[in-house]
């Protein structure tokens, strides 16, 4: 055999199609889960948390342009997908004093606990900015007072597709908690809301723009002891 | 060792469903997109809002009417004073539209101050899937005065209510429907008076289609014309 010969029988040239094939084929069913998984509305381009039930407690909250309505949420009970109602909350702007959010998540039996908090340890200051907001919840409540205030031009009773937080160049967005069109669906509607000492059952969060979020901390802890619940309120 | 390699055909019918597939992939979620927000939610050109006037100032609302009742409810508990409400009026009987077109003729109520002391509940009762509770453990107030002390008023249409007031010789004896005269008469006394009576009141039962509190100058200071201090919101 000449060294020539030898040389091209050992560099391979041109595609591996088997291999290319095999990530290609990932691909396409990773872009097809994804569209699937948006078309269904599981997973927006901007959600952060969603699934499993879940414990957040926030020290306070102001938020501008605020809704809230109740949807169909989709989230995911002992693995599986399931659609329910949800109190959805969400603002154009928002300020928190402090946030915690945890959730069970079980790994071969075995229960952990995962836990993020955020804040500034202060009180008085609202140091986590985010913008176009929104949490889905099957109860909140607001300690103290002021516990749940509402300002400006306060609505109740209106439409939960016709509620305006968000606006894209001046005009309002269409129905931007995506509620189910039609009467039926109860809607409150305020320019201002301010919460205060805030514990609830959160089954997602999203938000479009997190301008400012200090102090962030993530643990993982064996069993569920370690949930916000247990926990004193973060600021 | 034999490569496989594909013939130049092979490669470009490659490229040309590759491009094909995110075209597709695309258009599918584009069309989704744009069906979702193309909706309007009160009929073809929004022609299903309600054309409403708050008592002062003549406030124009054009809301969407989600025809969901919310009902509030102060159960009597002797003569004991369980609610506050000041500079109450009553404009009448309005036809009101909701988002699916139908009307309703609903009353229309104003106030200066609306302040439940204790034993409240509020919670829809014919909400699609599930119903929202507002469950203050006490206190809660609509309305008020702004930090310049200028009222902040509230309007409510309601299907129907029934009041127990503590006025003038009846106590909270008997109940006051809404369409019964002497709410008209309160509201004539309550015009008449500058400084309009607070009247307490030991039971209420109202059935709300629309609620509206108006703060001209909201403020992170917080005028707040809804305040609900240790208050539950929830779904169920």
């Known amino acids: ?235 | 060792m034999s490569t496989y390699q594909p013939s130049r055909r092979m490669q470009s019918l490659t490229v040309i469903v590759a491009v094909l597939l995110f075209v597709v992939t695309w258009l599918a979620l584009a069309t989704q997109t744009s069906a979702s927000a193309a909706s309007a939610p009160c009929g073809p050109g929004d022609a299903n809002r309600a054309a409403l006037k708050t008592v002062h100032g003549e406030r124009a609302l054009r809301p969407c009417l989600s025809k969901v009742n919310l009902k509030l409810s102060i159960p009597q508990d002797g003569l004991r004073s369980r609610f506050n409400v000041k500079e109450i009026r009553r404009a009448g009987q309005e036809t009101v539209k909701f988002a699916d077109g139908s009307t309703e003729k609903l009353w229309h109520l104003s106030f200066a101050s609306f302040k439940v002391l204790d034993g409240a509940t509020i919670r829809t009762t014919d909400n699609n899937d599930a119903q929202v509770s507002i469950t203050p453990d006490k206190e809660a107030s609509f309305g008020g005065a702004a930090d310049s002390g200028k009222p902040i008023y509230t309007d409510v249409w309601v299907s129907a209510a029934t009041f127990r007031i503590n006025l003038l010789l009846i106590g909270c004896l008997v109940p006051i429907d809404v369409s019964n005269p002497l709410l008209a008469l309160v509201t004539v006394a309550n015009s008449a008076i500058p400084n309009a009576i607070t009247l307490g009141g030991c039971a209420i039962d109202m059935d709300i289609r629309y609620l509206v509190s108006y703060s001209d100058d909201p403020s992170s200071a917080g005028n707040y014309p809804v305040r609900l201090p240790n208050t539950t919101l929830s779904l169920s």
């Open chain 1, 1 to 235: 055999m000449s060294t020539d010969s030898a040389t091209r029988a050992t560099v391979r040239t041109g595609t591996r199609w088997g291999r290319a094939g095999a990530l290609a084929a990932a691909g396409v069913a990773a872009t097809i889960g994804l569209g699937t998984l948006m078309s269904q509305n599981v997973l927006a381009t901007q959600v952060t948390f969603q699934g499993n039930p879940s414990q957040v407690s926030v020290g306070g909250l102001t938020g501008n342009k605020v809704g809230i309505t109740v949807v169909r949420s989709t989230r995911s009970v002992d693995g599986k997908l399931t659609t329910g109602p949800a109190l959805r909350v969400g603002a154009a702007g928002l300020q928190l004093d402090g946030l915690c959010l945890s959730q069970k998540q079980s790994i071969a039996g075995i229960d952990y606990t995962v836990r993020v908090s955020a804040g500034d340890g202060n009180s008085s200051t609202h140091e986590i900015q985010a913008q176009d907001a929104t949490f889905d919840v099957t109860s909140i409540k607001g300690d103290g007072n002021p516990g749940l205030n509402l300002d400006g031009v306060v609505e109740i009773g209106v439409s939960g597709d016709s509620l305006v937080t968000t606006d894209t160049g001046g005009e309002p967005d269409p129905n931007p908690l995506g509620a189910p069109s039609g009467t039926g669906w109860f809607g409150i509607n305020s320019g201002v809301g301010q919460f205060s000492n805030i514990r609830g059952r959160m089954y997602g969060f999203k938000v479009s723009e997190v301008a400012k979020m200090p102090g962030v901390r993530i643990s993982v802890t064996p069993g569920t002891s370690d949930s916000c619940d247990s926990k004193p309120i973060q600021h």
